[in-house]
C-alpha cells in the first residue's frame, strides 16, 4: 500500500499573553518573530482615555475598484499610511494619550537598542467595538517603514480592552514556517520583528454571531517607522492581501 505522503503543513502554535514575556518564532531558523510583553501603566485608565479620542467615522478602502468601510474604527496620527488602495491621511490631532504611547515606544530596548537612529515616528489606533469588528490578513509595506539591511522590520503594538486573537499566517505552505493564533490579553504589548512581514500575514480573527456581538471593546495601537515624508505617497499603493 503507498503511504500518504508526509503532511508538509505548517506547525500551529497556540499562545495567550496571559503569561507575557515571551518570543514566538514564527520560522525555524528564528528570523520571524513575535515577542510579547506587559505594558507599563493602568490598563482600565488608558483604554478609558483611548475610548474618548475613538474616531468618529469608521473611515474606508478602495477594493477591486469599489470604495468599502473599514470593519472598525481606525485614526492615523503621525505620518499617513497607504494601503489597500488609497493614502490615509494623518487625524489632525494627536490625543495626548498617543503621543505618551509614542513617546513610551521609543524608550523600549527595539529602539534603545540600535545604532541606526531608528525611532518610531507614526501610531494606527484600531477600535474594535465588539467581535464582529476585526482587521483582514494583511503585511506592512515594506516599501513605506524602515528594513534593515537584513530585511527586518519592527512593529510594536498594544492591546487594550477585551481579548482577541491576532493570527500569523505564513505567506507560503512549504517548508516550516509556524501559524500562530496568540490571544491578546488586555495591557499587552506585542513586537513584530524580523522578517515577519516578509514570511506572514497577521490580522485580528472576527468572531462571528452572538458571541461576536457581546466582546467588548478593544483598542490597539501600533507604532512604526516611516522612512517617507508626511503625507508623502509611495511609488506605489498596496492592495496587499484582504487587508480592510
Ligand atoms: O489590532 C491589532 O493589534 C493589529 C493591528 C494591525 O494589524 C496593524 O496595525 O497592522
Known amino acids: 500500500m503507498k503511504r500518504k505522503p508526509k503532511s508538509d503543513a505548517s506547525q500551529i502554535l497556540l499562545g495567550t499573553t496571559k503569561n507575557p514575556a515571551r518570543r514566538y518564532n514564527l520560522t525555524k531558523d528564528g528570523k520571524s518573530w513575535v515577542e510579547c510583553f506587559p505594558l507599563p501603566g493602568d490598563e482600565r485608565e488608558t483604554r478609558r482615555r483611548l475610548m474618548a479620542c475613538k474616531p ?12 468599502v468601510p473599514l470593519p472598525r474604527y481606525q485614526g492615523i496620527y503621525g505620518r499617513a499610511y497607504t494601503f489597500s488602495g488609497k493614502t490615509h491621511d494623518v487625524e489632525a490631532e494627536m490625543p495626548l494619550v498617543i503621543a505618551e504611547f509614542l513617546a513610551w515606544a521609543n524608550t523600549t530596548k527595539y529602539v534603545t537598542d540600535r545604532a541606526d537612529g531608528f525611532t518610531f515616528n ?6 474594535y467595538m465588539n467581535g464582529h469588528q476585526y482587521i483582514g490578513a494583511h503585511s506592512d509595506d515594506e516599501r513605506q517603514i524602515k528594513v534593515t539591511a537584513k530585511g527586518e522590520t519592527t512593529i510594536l503594538g498594544a492591546s487594550y480592552g477585551a481579548a482577541r486573537t491576532i493570527r500569523f499566517r505564513p505567506k507560503r505552505k512549504e517548508g ?5 493564533d496568540l490571544v491578546l490579553e488586555p495591557g499587552t504589548g506585542y513586537v513584530m520583528g524580523g522578517t515577519t512581514q516578509r514570511t506572514h500575514t497577521h490580522e485580528i480573527v472576527k468572531v462571528s454571531g452572538h458571541k461576536g456581538e457581546t466582546i467588548p471593546p478593544r483598542i490597539s495601537l501600533t507604532a512604526r517607522c516611516f522612512t517617507g515624508s508626511d ?6 499603493t498596496i492592495e496587499s492581501g484582504n487587508y480592510k
Not at 507614526?122 to 477600535?127: E, M, Q
Not at 516550516?176 to 500562530?180: D, E, F, G, N, P
Open 56 to 67: 468618529l467615522e469608521r473611515g474606508s478602502v478602495v477594493m477591486r475598484g469599489r470604495e
Open 122 to 127: 507614526n501610531v494606527v489606533g484600531n477600535w
Open 176 to 180: 516550516t514556517i509556524s501559524k500562530l
Open 231 to 236: 503625507g508623502k505617497k509611495p511609488r506605489k
